[in-house]
Antibody
């Protein structure tokens, strides 16, 4: 089955850290850029980070720059998001997505919920 | 950052209606514009890419048009499974941005 599966979400206190993972199966991801996109409860989609196939080009949204780090392990067909200094406003469902030609995201994971609360 | 503005924010329609959603970019993005559909509790699904290209497997009642700063998603005859929220996204800038979404509800 073709899928991206996120894991690592949960409840964390403000100022804490969490590491999200995204595992790919049934689809090649090593030759493609990958994105993290999040969605706060009842809100729209927000792109937060992207990484090129060789990890040489990385971009972050201003809302997470300096706090979050995107990385990938092509040998394991996986993507990660290290989240530090978490804030209440980081509460959201976090999705990983593959980006293909003309930078469209064709495959998405099911999402993992991160709740930042004291 | 490139701002994406969708209109309307929500609309009410009936099965069989023709539905049009507009997306405006704050600067020229050529045709680096994609449309996604999202249902409650589910991941977004790619419908249209590069402004007017139908993603494989997506019904032909969905179509997209536009270039530059003005884009349109059209559903020619709304079906029950089409009630959802629709988002546009630009990929001209490496700092990707989404529109705020358009919720299509039952009239």
């Amino acid at each position: 089955e073709v899928q991206l599966v996120e894991s690592g979400g949960g409840l964390v206190k403000p100022g804490g850290s969490l590491r999200l993972s995204c595992a790919a199966s049934g689809i090649p991801v090593n030759d493609y850029s990958m994105n993290w996109v999040r969605q706060a409860p009842g809100k729209g989609l927000e792109w937060i980070a992207s990484i090129s196939s060789g990890s040489t080009v990385i971009y972050y949204a201003d809302s997470v720059k300096g706090r979050f780090t995107i990385s990938r392990d092509n040998a394991r067909n996986s993507l990660s998001l290290q989240m530090n200094s978490l804030r209440v406003e980081d509460t959201a469902v976090y999705y990983c997505a593959r980006e293909i030609a003309v930078s469209r995201s064709d495959y998405w994971g099911q999402g993992t919920l991160v709740t930042v609360s004291s | 950052d490139i701002q994406m503005t969708q209109s309307p924010s929500s609309l009410s329609a009936s099965v069989g209606d023709r539905v049009t959603i507009t997306c405006r970019a704050s600067q020229n993005i050529i045709t680096y514009l994609h449309w996604y559909q999202q249902k409650p509790g589910k991941a977004p699904k790619l419908l249209i890419y590069a402004a007017s290209n139908l993603q494989t497997g997506v019904p032909s009642r969905f179509s997209g048009s536009g270039s530059g700063t003005q884009f349109t998603l059209t559903i020619s005859s709304l079906q029950p499974e089409d009630f959802a929220t629709y988002y546009c996204q630009q990929s001209y800038s490496p700092l990707r941005t989404f529109g705020q979404g358009t919720r299509v509800e039952v009239k």
